[in-house]
């Protein structure tokens, strides 16, 4: 965890609780088994995880599959949030909130994997 602030850390908390919040409501809307249904959902568990980890609440062990599922789907939310962050004018609040949402997203991925590797290393938990 040293290597961010405590300030990035919870810029990045923020963001991603208003992703999970978001998806969470969103999913809500969507009919069940449909796939928007499902990327929601997945972005809902990962980002679950990803504060957990930015919290650094390590009371229960990662399953080695759950952090492999949250590494994927919230790189394809960081896709996505490149992809859709340049239609939006430079300093309107669209921007500035996919501006955010990358730096979280990116942060979130680097301690997904650095506990991947600690997985990793202890044979899975």
């Given at each position: 965890?040293?290597?961010?602030?405590?300030?990035?850390?919870?810029?990045?908390?923020?963001?991603?609780?208003?992703?999970?919040?978001?998806?969470?409501?969103?999913?809500?809307?969507?009919?069940e088994?449909?796939?928007q249904?499902?990327?929601?959902?997945?972005?809902?568990?990962?980002?679950?995880?990803?504060?957990?980890?930015?919290?650094?609440?390590?009371?229960?062990?990662f399953?080695?599959?759950?952090?492999?599922?949250?590494?994927?789907?919230?790189?394809?939310?960081?896709?996505?949030?490149?992809?859709?962050?340049?239609?939006?004018?430079?300093?309107?609040?669209?921007?500035?909130?996919?501006?955010?949402?990358?730096?979280?997203?990116?942060?979130?991925?680097?301690?997904?994997?650095?506990?991947?590797?600690?997985?990793?290393?202890?044979?899975?938990?």
């Amino acid at each position: 965890m040293a290597d961010f602030t405590p300030k990035e850390l919870g810029e990045a908390h923020r963001a991603i609780l208003s992703l999970r919040n978001k998806s969470e409501k969103a999913s809500g809307k969507l009919k069940e088994g449909s796939w928007q249904k499902t990327l929601l959902d997945s972005y809902v568990k990962a980002a679950d995880t990803a504060l957990k980890l930015i919290d650094g609440d390590m009371a229960m062990p990662f399953e080695c599959e759950a952090l492999k599922e949250a590494n994927k789907s919230l790189g394809d939310a960081l896709d996505r949030a490149e992809e859709v962050i340049g239609k939006f004018v430079a300093g309107s609040s669209q921007h500035t909130l996919q501006k955010n949402r990358i730096a979280a997203l990116k942060i979130a991925l680097t301690l997904i994997e650095k506990e991947q590797r600690l997985c990793k290393d202890s044979n899975c938990r």
